[in-house]
């Protein structure tokens, strides 16, 4: 007898529904299993191992197509081998369980329990803001990157670990000169200041401004690959710069500055609204 002459439909039931309470835990369990998959696609998204994820995720495919059409010999090899897949994954995605369990376990609270969002928000954003206005003037380099959906933790790694709130006073000591941690970049996550001296990658467009140093070249490259947002104070002509998806916005004043990061950073306060991206070339 044939695999679909054995198929009956009830088989593929697991929850039955014979009062309020179990269609309640049906939804229930539909959303943490929702939820435990969105957080392990975060994780690995963008990343070297979404690679490697989608390569497991192949596998898996084959083995139950192979099952279903009585494949017997390739189905055996790969029935068998998921027992030691297993192990390899957890060897191969190590450094992401870690820091996803180190993020769950340090955001936990705050996504259910944080009332002062909005306020933080705009707070971080009037520190950066004074920030950037008080090094521009004073000609001090500085390169400020925000994660926003794209994991940057790659990044992060290539940095020294801050983990301090945001203000416009540690910004300013982090980007001053001849401090320790003032080359490379700092990054933002969670309204936080994760790292500094963080490398990012140059941008490979031939057609760059030829006047764009090393800052600008680097928040170009940076915003290319990800969705992260990049400002920039140039240490030459005091400029501040914002960008954005490889565009680039310069010679921004207080005003347009504080308007730009309310706009991109808009998610930290409303994490339901969509995402406004710029869009515009290059300004002088």
């Known amino acids: 007898m044939s695999f679909f002459e054995d198929f009956e439909l009830n088989n593929l039931i697991y929850v039955r529904f014979d009062n ?53 010999t390739l189905a055996f090899l790969l029935n068998n081998a998921f027992s030691v897949l297993a192990i390899g994954m957890v060897i191969v995605f190590q450094p992401e369980l870690r820091r996803g369990l180190e993020q769950i376990g340090r955001n936990a609270l705050k996504v259910f329990f944080n009332t002062d969002t909005v306020t933080s928000a ?71 200041i994760e790292a500094a001296t963080c490398y990012l990658p140059l941008t490979e467009d031939i057609d760059v401004d030829k006047d764009l140093g090393t800052r600008h070249r680097a928040a170009i490259g940076m915003t290319e690959f990800t969705d992260a947002i990049v400002l920039v104070v140039s240490e030459e002509s005091g400029y501040i710069s914002y960008v954005m998806n490889g565009v680039i916005n310069r010679g921004l004043d207080e005003k347009t500055l504080r308007e730009l990061l309310e706009e991109g950073l808009d998610e930290f306060a409303a994490p339901a609204k969509k995402l406004s991206f710029l869009k515009g070339k290059v300004k002088a």
């Open 122 to 192: 705009q707070n971080m954003i009037d520190s950066i803001v004074r920030a950037c206005v008080e090094m521009s003037g004073a000609y001090t380099g500085a390169l400020i990157v925000f994660e926003r959906q794209t994991s940057l933790s790659e990044i992060i790694d290539t940095g020294i670990n801050v983990n301090a709130d945001v203000s416009a006073e540690l910004l300013i000591n982090i980007f001053a000169k001849n401090t320790p941690l003032h080359d490379g970049a700092a990054v933002i996550r969670n309204m936080r």
């Open 20 to 72: 309020a309470v179990d269609v309640i835990k049906a939804i229930i369990e539909i959303l943490c299993i929702t939820y435990f998959i969105y957080i392990v696609l975060n994780l690995v998204r963008e990343t070297r191992a979404w690679q490697l994820l989608r390569g497991v995720l192949l596998i898996v495919f084959i083995t139950v197509l192979s099952n279903i059409v009585e494949l017997r």
